[in-house]
C-alpha cells in the first residue's frame, strides 16, 4: 500500500492532510494519535470509504475501489449494526465469505472449514449458534474479527479492535495478528495502547491530521512527538468538539 | 349424516369449485405469485426498515397509470416508469440530499399521487379501472396481465437470486459489506428498482392502497419468529404465499373483496405470530428457571 501527499475533507474540516505511508507485505503497521487525529478517517481512506480531496492511494498497484471484491477486510471502532438482525455468530462470520463468492455459488466444503477455523482462531467456537444480540461487547468485536479473518483478505484493517476486549482475548488476538502477518498479510491498525504497541507492530506511526513520526516502535515511542500525543491525550482525553473524524 | 365418502367430496368441491372459472383459476396463479413475490422482497424491505417505501412507491405509480389512461397506453407501462423513477428518485435524494429517507419517501410520492389525483379528476367521466387499481381487482387479471406478471416476476426473482449474498451482507452491516468490495451503493439502487416491479406486479392484485400491507406483514410476521435469516425468508414466503391464496379462497365464498381480504387474513396471521412469539419467549424464560 503506498499513500502519497493524502488530504482527506469533511465539508471545511480537514482530518488528514499530507499524508505518506507504505506499508508492505508481512507488515504489522500501527497508528496511534489522540482522539479525533484522523485515525479512523486513514483507516477508512485506504478501506475506499471516504474519497480524498488530494494525493495518491494505491493498494497493490489500484485504487481500493477498483480492487477484487474481497482483497480488504475492515473492523470498525464501533459496529453500527442492527442488533436485533436474525442472524447468529456463525452467520456473522459467514459473511466474511460472500464478497468471494459468484452470486449462485453454494456454499463449499472450504468456505465451512474457513468459517470454523476463523470462529475456533477467536475462540467462538462455544458461541457459534448464538444471536448476536446475547454477547457481549468483547464477544461481539471478536465476531467481527473472525468475520474479517474468513474473508481472507490481502490487506487487514483494524480500527482499535482491543476496546472493550479482557486482557485475555486481547492477548489471543495479539498472538493472531503476528500469525498473519508472519503468514505475509500486511495489517494496518490504530490503537490507544501504546505501552504494548512493540508487541503489536513492525512500524508505528503517530498521527494528528499529519504523520508526526514513523518508524519502529522503539524509536518512536521514545521520540518527543511520543511524548506530545501522550500528554495531548492526556489533556484532551475524549473527542475534540465538532471533529467530524472523532469516533 | 353423510356417508364418509359424501363428505370427503364435498370438501374437494370446496376446493375445486372457485377453479371451474377461468377467471377465478388466473387469479389463483396471480395471487400465489404476487404472494410469493412481495414476501420475499419485503423481508429486505423490514430488515431494512423500509416499509414506508413500499406505500410510498405504489401511492406514486397511480399518477403513471392515469398519464397511461390519458395517453392510451398499456396501464403497466406508466405504473412500472413512474415506479421506477419515485424509487430511484428517493434512492437519490436520500443518498445525496441532505434530508432523510422518510422525508425524501413523503416529499416524492404525495407529490407523484397528488399529480395522479390531479389529472384524474380532470377527467370527463368517472373511471372504474382507475379506482380498481387503488384496492385492487384480482378477478380482473387477464390473460395479458397474467402474462406479465409471470414475466416481470420472473425478472425480480431471479435478480433477487443473483444478488441474494449482497442484499444480505449489506442489509446487515452496509459499511464493511462496500469496505469488502461489496458495491453497497449498486446493491441498494437495484432493491428499489425490483420494489418498484414487484409493486407493479402487485397493484392489479392488491391495489396501491393495501400492497404495503403484503409487502410488510408477512415478513413482520416471520421476523418474531425466528432468529436467523434463511428460516426468516422461508416463513415470509409461506405466510405470504398461503394468505394470498387462502384469502382469495375466502373471498371468493364471503362474496368479498379480494384484495381486502388476502390483507385481513395477512394482519390475523401477525397477530397470531404476535401471540406465539409471546408463548416463545415466555417458555425460554420458563425453562432457565
Request: hydrophobic share 50%; aromatic share 8%; net charge positive.
Amino acid at each position: 500500500m503506498r499513500i502519497r501527499d493524502l488530504s482527506v475533507r469533511y465539508e471545511r474540516v480537514t482530518a488528514l492532510d499530507g499524508v505518506d505511508l507504505t506499508l508492505e507485505s508481512g507488515m504489522a503497521l500501527g497508528i496511534v494519535g489522540p482522539n479525533g487525529s484522523g485515525k479512523s478517517t486513514l483507516l477508512k481512506t485506504v478501506a475506499g470509504l471516504v474519497k480524498p480531496a488530494r494525493g495518491s492511494l494505491e493498494v497493490f498497484g489500484e485504487p481500493p475501489r477498483s480492487l477484487r471484491p474481497g482483497t480488504i477486510a475492515y473492523v470498525p471502532q464501533i459496529e453500527a449494526v442492527d442488533w436485533s438482525f436474525p442472524a447468529n455468530v456463525y452467520d456473522v462470520v459467514a459473511m466474511g465469505r460472500f464478497p468471494r463468492m459468484h452470486a449462485f455459488a453454494r456454499f463449499s466444503k472450504r468456505d465451512r472449514h474457513v468459517v470454523d477455523a476463523a470462529l475456533d482462531a477467536l475462540r467462538l467456537g462455544d458461541l457459534r449458534g448464538r444471536h448476536i444480540s446475547q454477547l457481549s461487547g468483547g464477544q461481539q468485536q471478536r465476531a467481527f474479527v473472525a468475520r474479517a479473518i474468513a474473508q481472507e483478505p490481502k490487506l487487514l484493517l483494524l480500527d482499535e479492535p482491543t476496546t472493550g476486549v479482557d486482557a485475555a482475548t486481547e492477548e489471543a488476538l495479539r498472538e493472531l495478528v503476528r500469525g498473519l502477518v508472519a503468514g505475509g498479510l500486511p495489517v494496518m491498525m490504530t490503537t490507544h495502547d501504546l505501552d504494548r504497541a512493540e508487541d503489536w507492530f513492525d512500524r508505528l506511526v503517530v498521527v494528528d491530521r499529519r504523520v508526526l513520526a514513523e518508524g519502529d516502535p522503539k524509536t518512536v515511542l521514545s521520540s518527543g512527538a511520543y511524548a506530545g500525543i501522550r500528554e495531548h491525550s492526556h489533556v484532551h482525553g475524549h473527542a475534540r468538539a465538532g471533529d467530524p473524524a472523532a469516533p | 349424516m353423510p356417508a364418509p365418502a359424501t363428505r370427503r367430496r364435498r370438501k374437494v368441491d370446496v376446493l375445486v369449485a372457485p377453479f371451474q372459472y377461468e377467471y377465478m383459476q388466473r387469479a389463483f396463479v396471480a395471487a400465489l405469485v404476487v404472494g410469493t413475490l412481495c414476501s420475499t422482497i419485503g423481508t429486505y424491505v423490514v430488515l431494512r426498515k423500509l416499509s414506508f417505501i413500499g406505500d410510498g412507491i405504489a401511492h406514486a405509480s397511480f399518477a403513471g397509470i392515469v398519464i397511461a389512461y390519458l395517453r392510451g397506453l398499456d396501464y403497466y407501462v406508466g405504473a412500472t416508469i413512474v415506479a421506477i423513477l419515485t424509487a430511484v428518485g428517493i434512492g437519490f435524494v436520500n443518498r445525496r440530499g441532505n434530508v432523510s429517507l422518510d422525508t425524501a419517501i413523503g416529499v416524492l410520492f404525495t407529490g407523484a399521487f397528488a399529480l395522479g389525483v390531479f389529472l384524474m379528476s380532470r377527467l370527463p367521466h368517472y373511471n372504474v379501472d382507475l379506482q380498481s387499481f387503488l384496492f385492487g381487482n384480482i378477478l380482473a387479471v387477464s390473460r395479458g396481465d397474467l402474462s406479465l406478471i409471470l414475466l416481470l416476476s420472473a425478472i425480480v426473482a431471479v435478480s433477487l437470486a443473483f444478488l441474494y449474498r449482497a442484499l444480505l451482507y449489506t442489509s446487515f452491516d452496509p459499511v464493511v459489506a462496500e469496505a469488502s468490495g461489496i458495491r453497497s451503493g449498486f446493491v441498494d439502487y437495484a432493491l428499489l428498482v425490483l420494489l418498484a416491479l414487484t409493486i407493479v406486479v402487485s397493484l392489479e392484485s392488491v391495489g396501491i392502497v393495501l400492497v404495503a400491507a403484503l409487502l410488510v406483514t408477512p415478513a413482520a410476521t416471520a421476523f418474531q419468529l425466528t432468529r436467523r435469516f434463511t428460516t426468516m425468508l422461508s416463513l415470509s414466503i409461506a405466510i405470504g404465499a398461503t394468505s394470498a391464496v387462502a384469502g382469495l379462497y375466502l373471498s371468493y365464498y364471503l362474496q368479498a373483496a379480494s384484495g381486502a381480504t388476502i390483507v385481513l387474513l395477512v394482519t390475523l396471521l401477525f397477530f397470531a405470530g404476535m401471540g406465539a412469539a409471546a408463548l416463545q419467549r415466555r417458555r425460554a424464560i420458563g425453562m432457565r428457571r
